[in-house]
Nanobody, 115 residues
Framework: QVQLVESGGGLVQPGGSLRLSCVAS????????MGWYRQAPGKQRELVAW???????NYADSVKGRFSISRDNAKNTIYLQMNTLKPEDTAVYYC?????????WGQGTQVTVSS
């Protein structure tokens, strides 16, 4: 059973930065592509970025050039560096494997971008 624990969210002004972390239990982490997802109030959960087992990153168009995803397989951790944040980035952010999001969702971490 893989458990996912996200952290690093908070309140930030537009244009600011945050770095999210997701720690995953279980040895399967190193062989799975992993993704960051987000869900804004009243909207469906969407994929923001994903990173292959080998560390190759991919991004949704809405965050390309602003967000950076990375992973440390030795620490079973993935990161999301978020720069130039916009109010529309406000959401609860989650991690899970990709594609498919097969693991039980964690509690997520709230990101609020507001002046």
């Amino acid at each position: 059973q893989v458990q996912l624990v996200e952290s690093g969210g908070g309140l930030v002004q537009p244009g600011g930065s945050l770095r999210l972390s997701c720690v995953a239990s279980g040895s399967i982490f190193g062989v799975r592509a992993m993704g960051w997802y987000r869900q804004a109030p009243g909207k469906q959960r969407e994929l923001v970025a994903w990173v292959t087992a080998g560390g190759f990153p991919n991004y949704a168009d809405s965050v390309k050039g602003r967000f950076s995803i990375s992973r440390d397989n030795a620490k079973n951790t993935i990161y999301l560096q978020m720069n130039t944040l916009k109010p529309e980035d406000t959401a609860v952010y989650y991690c899970n494997d990709w594609p498919g999001a097969h693991y039980t969702w964690g509690q997520g971490t709230q990101v609020t971008v507001s002046s």
